[in-house]
């Protein structure tokens, strides 16, 4: 199930669906099926992984026809970050493919030596922003600003110490975040303030539930510049997969309904360049992964 938050010129945001290219009320469906359902995607997370099975099958009893007044099409739609504010911080995870490692460590402060454990950091709630949004560019902050494609896990269970081979239980879902990076403002080693900035988590368009894919691990995804592709790999060259994240992760804290883990990016960044490319005010990124979608954001210098 393609999941989205959204409004129309007339509402607040709200959750919904996609059906038959149209995008369903979720609410209002559950109001037609007899079966109260949420107006907020995570309060559907936490009702747990089991309730997209349960949807699907008010879906295949429900007529079309009943779908018409509680439908709208897409373009009608504003799509928003699936969860716009999110609960916690985004977990982040750095120099997760190989390429990527050593692009970095010809321009950045890192080694070079393949990680023997992820690398951890996160972005504030604060970072989310949507498709067809600005990303903002302090210049008083930074002016090396650069961009990322990955693909982001949503959990949707809480999880300590869960074991590799059953990580994926504990998945709810995946969206795409372009993990936006100011390199010039990282302290030490320290990465927040190069990743934390204001809309640094472009995030969307939809949360796609993990019935819908069947490997995570076999993904293309791709980042275009002004139209020109700068990134192309696929998620099959992790350094440590889903499973190994989550693995990792529920070890060092408790991993709950609705927190996201952004993935890591190939190589192809700003960064990585020879010369180097920095984004200015009025750039547009394209973040695409199969399965999921494409979000567009702008630069927009402040």
Same mark, same amino acid.
């Given at each position: 199930? %393609? &999941?989205?938050?959204?409004?129309?010129?007339? *509402?607040? !945001?709200?959750?919904?669906?996609?059906?038959? +290219?149209?995008? $369903?009320?979720?609410?209002?469906?559950?109001?037609?099926?007899?079966?109260?359902?949420?107006?907020?995607?995570?309060?559907?997370?936490?009702?747990?992984?089991?309730?997209?099975?349960?949807?699907?099958?008010?879906?295949?009893?429900?007529?079309?026809?009943?779908?018409?007044?509680?439908?709208?099409?897409?373009?009608?739609?504003?799509?928003?970050?699936?969860?716009?504010?999110?609960?916690?911080?985004?977990?982040?995870?750095?120099?997760?493919?190989?390429?990527?490692?050593?692009?970095?460590?010809?321009?950045?402060?890192?080694?070079? %030596? &393949?990680?023997?454990?992820?690398?951890?950091? *996160?972005? !504030?709630?604060?970072?989310?922003?949507?498709? +067809?949004?600005? $990303?903002?560019?302090?210049?008083?902050?930074?002016?090396?600003?650069?961009?990322?494609?990955?693909?982001?896990?949503?959990?949707?269970?809480?999880?300590?110490?869960?074991?590799?081979?059953?990580?994926?239980?504990?998945?709810?879902?995946?969206?795409?975040?372009?993990?936006?990076?100011?390199?010039?403002?990282?302290?030490?080693?320290?990465?927040?303030?190069?990743?934390?900035?204001?809309?640094?988590?472009?995030?969307?368009?939809?949360?796609?539930?993990?019935?819908?894919?069947?490997?995570?691990?076999?993904?293309?995804?791709?980042? %275009? &510049?002004?139209?020109?592709?700068?990134?192309? *790999?696929?998620?099959?060259?992790?350094?440590?997969?889903? +499973?190994?994240?989550?693995?990792?992760?529920?070890?060092?804290?408790?991993?709950?309904?609705?927190?996201?883990?952004?993935?890591?990016?190939?190589?192809?960044?700003?960064?990585?360049?020879?010369?180097?490319?920095?984004?200015?005010?009025?750039?547009?990124?394209?973040?695409?992964?199969?399965?999921?979608?494409?979000?567009?954001?702008?630069?927009?210098?402040?």
């Amino acid at each position: 199930m %393609k &999941l989205l938050t959204y409004k129309t010129q007339d *509402s607040e !945001p709200r959750l919904g669906f996609m059906h038959n +290219n149209l995008v $369903v009320d979720m609410e209002d469906f559950g109001g037609i099926s007899n079966f109260p359902l949420p107006n907020d995607m995570l309060e559907l997370i936490d009702m747990g992984i089991e309730i997209i099975a349960e949807i699907n099958n008010l879906i295949e009893d429900t007529r079309e026809v009943d779908f018409e007044n509680i439908s709208f099409p897409l373009n009608d739609v504003e799509i928003l970050a699936p969860i716009e504010k999110p609960r916690k911080n985004i977990i982040g995870i750095g120099l997760n493919y190989t390429e990527h490692v050593a692009e970095s460590a010809r321009t950045l402060d890192t080694t070079g %030596k &393949l990680p023997q454990k992820p690398i951890i950091f *996160s972005k !504030p709630p604060t970072t989310v922003t949507g498709p +067809n949004t600005n $990303v903002l560019l302090n210049t008083n902050l930074t002016k090396q600003l650069d961009w990322e494609v990955e693909l982001a896990v949503v959990m949707g269970k809480k999880g300590k110490y869960v074991s590799k081979e059953n990580a994926l239980d504990y998945v709810f879902g995946y969206t795409i975040i372009n993990d936006i990076s100011a390199r010039d403002c990282r302290r030490e080693g320290q990465w927040i303030v190069s990743k934390g900035q204001d809309t640094f988590a472009p995030m969307g368009p939809f949360l796609v539930t993990k019935d819908e894919i069947e490997n995570p691990h076999n993904l293309d995804l791709s980042l %275009k &510049l002004n139209g020109i592709e700068k990134q192309n *790999s696929n998620t099959q060259f992790m350094l440590f997969n889903i +499973n190994d994240l989550i693995e990792d992760l529920s070890i060092v804290f408790t991993l709950e309904p609705g927190d996201i883990i952004a993935t890591g990016t190939p190589a192809g960044v700003g960064a990585g360049r020879n010369p180097q490319e920095w984004m200015k005010d009025g750039d547009v990124m394209e973040c695409y992964v199969e399965n999921i979608g494409t979000i567009v954001n702008t630069v927009k210098e402040i």
